[in-house]
């Protein structure tokens, strides 16, 4: 594997960084402000008016591989650009590559009719509006999705939908005009034939905002997490995605792509929480040195620096192996970053917060919104104990 990137990535590498200086970190406190005055679901100015200028400079919709709608970056070329994303929670959205809405609009691209796409997609592409993806239930282990307990039931030219579904981020957004719900349309058919996702407009009846969920405290305004509840919900039958029975096809579909991006995002997260304790460290004094030059900093820099170094590895070739031999050759190695890209951004994060000591629990530096936001996704994106027993199931197979 060469890893060596293109001097069309380098060129939007370069691009990408120089944005974020000029305009995304200089963003960050008025971010801030403008999520804490009045109503704190309402977008954000600030956000706004960078959309519009990352869309001037070409900065737009970078992640959709396979398709002539994004940048025509392949999941390889792409890693570097949401590494560098993810360095500030909001960048993303800011460059139209945030979640849900890169795999929602990977679903539609791949999955969607034609009149769906230019229903959704197209206002999804263009920025104007946000979407929310339905599948975790409170009520069962949504781990195994198997367990999924909502119903999509055929009625005529219809489809209606009962169940309640949580973590079902963005749905808070006043922008999120349409969702992707999974259920059960087959409860006899064989087990991983039963599910089916359809697509399903927010304003249609029935559907319910019952409370927004706070990861750790922190809200995520504007963006947010919510527990939804769907009672009656009737949309038409051409809204089904693929077929009944495909649920799990297309989740492998969404899920490989629009997973692995939070990785890379976290290999950005975890770079600047080290740059955060190395100035940290080297501008404080204790027991008559700098903390920069006490053993146990040094050995948890060089530690932090060989964890980075190898997630990022092990994410760039698991973008490699989906881009040349697909996501199914590449589910080892996409399950193995899951579960080694967020342990290693935790603990990172938690040695920075550690060398600033209460300043790190704090909302200062914004290492406890960090880490937060990282400890979250040992569950978001499939549990890590769900991804060791596929691994290891993997590697046993070897000697079967």
């Not at 500030?88 to 139209?96: T, Y």
């Not at 691209?109 to 929310?132: C, F, H, N, V």
């Not at 969702?179 to 399903?200: R, Y």
């Not at 994410?315 to 342990?343: F, H, W």
Request: proline letters at 4%; one cysteine or more; hydrophobic letters at 40%.
């Amino acid at each position: 594997m060469n890893f060596e990137y293109s001097d069309k990535v380098k060129d939007l590498q370069a691009r990408v960084q120089a944005f974020m200086d000029e305009h995304v970190y200089p963003a960050e406190e008025l971010f801030a402000e403008q999520v804490s005055q009045g109503d704190r679901w309402q977008p954000t100015e600030i956000v706004e008016s960078l959309k519009a200028k990352a869309k001037e400079e070409g900065l737009w919709n970078l992640f959709l591989p396979e398709s002539d709608r994004g940048a025509g970056l392949t999941n390889l070329e792409y890693a570097p650009l949401c590494e560098i994303m993810g360095r500030v929670h909001f960048a993303p959205e800011v460059f139209n590559c945030a979640a849900p809405d890169t795999g929602n609009m990977e679903v539609l691209e791949r999955y969607a009719s034609e009149e769906l796409k230019e229903r959704w997609l197209t206002r999804l592409l263009d920025g104007e509006i946000r979407s929310a993806f339905a599948m975790t239930e409170p009520a069962v282990a949504s781990s195994d999705a198997t367990n999924i307990e909502s119903d999509i039931i055929r009625d005529g030219d219809e489809y209606v939908i009962n169940g309640r579904k949580w973590w079902t981020s963005g749905a808070m957004d006043p922008r999120c005009e349409v969702l992707i719900f999974m259920g059960k349309t087959d409860k006899s058919a064989p087990i991983h034939k039963q599910q089916s996702m359809i697509v399903v407009p927010m304003n249609t009846p029935g559907i319910k905002i019952e409370r927004y969920l706070p990861v750790f405290g922190y809200d995520h305004a504007p963006h947010g997490h919510a527990e939804v509840s769907f009672t009656n919900v009737r949309v038409p039958a051409d809204h089904m995605l693929l077929g009944e029975g495909r649920g799990f096809e297309i989740a492998q579909g969404r899920l490989g792509p629009g997973r692995i991006h939070h990785c890379m995002r976290l290999i950005g997260v975890a770079e600047r929480a080290l740059e955060k304790m190395c100035l940290r460290t080297k501008s404080r004094v204790a027991f008559g040195k700098p903390v920069a030059e006490q053993t146990v900093t040094l050995e948890r820099i060089a530690e932090s620096r060989a964890m980075i170094e190898q997630a990022r590895l092990l994410t760039l070739k698991a973008a490699y192996m989906m881009d040349t031999v697909g996501n199914k050759q590449a589910r080892a190695e996409i399950a193995m970053i899951k579960v080694v890209a967020p342990n290693m951004a935790c603990k990172v994060i938690d040695w920075a917060i550690q060398a600033h000591g209460g300043g790190g629990v704090t909302s200062d530096f914004g290492l406890a919104a960090a880490y937060a936001g990282a400890r979250t996704l040992r569950l978001a994106d499939g549990p890590d104990e769900v991804h060791r027993n596929q691994i290891g199931r993997l590697e046993l197979k070897k000697y079967d």
